[in-house]
């Protein structure tokens, strides 16, 4: 019936996709594109409560990985967009009267997140509030059910206060534009900790700027460094500042005939500027390490145990970048033995590769192929139903780490 009711002629708007897409906008005045955008946005709820549906369904009968495969195969999403996607599916599923009005283009797809999110952070009366969101913007309706559940709390707070901890989150992203966000969500009592440190860590960098005469940094640039010196340094009994214990693996490349570095750049293949190179290595531990021309094989690391020493964990992240799958960050993956440790496969490099578990799970259970490709030299993960390069280097990606 859902899909039914995406193709059928909508009463209210006489169109459908085909009549949609058949006009040229650039022929339409203000009004017609005012009523084209109306048009395509009810189309945009359909889509997306159907979307919702067929997730819900495809994860009832096989696994969750397999439904998030589904996800970046069949709409060609990004990791992070399909497992936002998963969640927003289970939240609908036990909100269907929501579904519906998204279904029936009477909602948005943000009023429905919105309604999702809420259904996790305690009580809702969700017929009621569906009325308040068939009336209200996104951002009215916010307020409308916030205000809703706090009449229902009906409590001294206290299973409030636990459901928000509980609601805690934090998740750190690429953009498309090479640029990193961190996203986090805090309950009121954590949140006001990290605001009094943040503000009072942006007003010292304020003050120390003015008296250097760098007035001019705007004040979004200075919280930001607030909070990446928050996180990345910790301070001495002098007052100072120091790195944390952390190893940032910095790489470049030799020249023997002009005897310097060149081509600095982070382990995942990120390139700096000299100057950051430089500013970055001032502060690091220095780990080195010989590769292969190409700057993608390290040159006979290997160990005599089973789990990698540092060293070679280190090359094994600067030759991945991270899952050779999902291309996850290194920080969530295992070193993984394509010829099993106790086969007789060695801790050595051509041995290894990262994996996260998801996709350690695919090359266990699911018959995914390790392989290296014959051009790059890359590893990558082969999905069963895909045929390998007739000249791939196939490992036996089926046997236990």
């Known amino acids: 019936m859902a ?14 996709l085909s009549v949609l897409g058949a006009v040229d906008v650039r022929g339409l005045d203000t009004a017609g594109l005012e009523s084209r955008l109306r048009d395509l946005g009810r189309v945009q709820s359909r889509v997306s409560g159907l979307i919702s549906e067929v997730v819900a369904e495809k994860k009832r009968r096989s696994r969750v990985g397999d439904t998030i495969d589904g996800l970046l195969g069949g709409l060609r999403m990004s990791s992070h967009q399909a497992r936002r996607m998963m969640r927003e599916s289970d939240q609908l599923e036990k909100l269907e009267s929501t579904r519906e009005a998204l279904v029936d283009s009477r909602i948005t797809a943000e009023h429905a997140r919105i309604m999702g999110t809420a259904s996790e952070n305690g009580p809702l009366d969700e017929k009621k509030m569906l009325v308040a969101a068939e009336a209200e913007t996104p951002d009215q309706f916010r307020k409308t059910l916030r205000d809703h559940q706090n009449e229902l709390a009906g409590d001294d707070g206290e299973a409030r206060s636990e459901r928000q901890k509980q609601a805690r989150t934090a998740s750190f ?26 503000n009072a860590k942006t007003d010292a960098n304020w003050r120390l700027d003015n008296k250097r005469g760098r007035d001019h ?18 301070s001495t009994d002098r007052g100072h500042e120091q790195p944390q214990g952390t190893t940032l693996l910095l790489m470049a490349d030799y020249d023997l005939v002009d005897n310097k570095l060149g081509n600095p750049r982070l382990a995942d293949g990120t390139p700096l500027p000299p100057s950051e190179f430089h500013k970055l290595a001032c502060d690091a531990d220095i780990l080195c390490g ?3 021309e190409a700057g993608t094989e390290p040159i006979w690391l290997g160990s005599t145990s089973r789990h990698p020493n540092f060293a070679l964990r280190a090359a094994l992240e600067a030759r991945d970048g991270g899952c050779i799958g999902c291309r996850v960050e290194p920080e969530w993956c295992i070193s993984h033995h394509t010829i099993e440790w106790q086969h007789g496969g060695p801790t050595q490099p051509d041995n290894l590769v990262l994996l996260c578990h998801s996709c350690h799970d695919k090359v266990h259970h699911n018959d995914w192929a ?11 993960l082969r ?7 007739s000249n791939a280097i196939t490992r036996n990606g089926h046997q236990n780490e």
């Open 217 to 234: 940094i705007s004040d979004r640039h200075r919280r930001a460094d607030a909070l990446e010196q928050l996180i990345t340094r910790q």
């Open 173 to 198: 992203a690429e953009q498309d534009d090479g640029m990193w966000r961190l996203y986090a969500q805090f309950d009121p009592t954590a949140a006001a900790r990290i605001r009094k440190a943040l």
């Open 3 to 16: 899909f039914e009711a995406l193709t059928r002629d909508n009463a209210a708007t006489n169109t459908d």
């Open 383 to 389: 999905p069963p139903w895909q045929k390998p390069p």
């Open 370 to 380: 390790v392989e290296k490709h014959p051009d790059t030299g890359r590893r990558y």
């Open 290 to 292: 010989l590769f292969r």
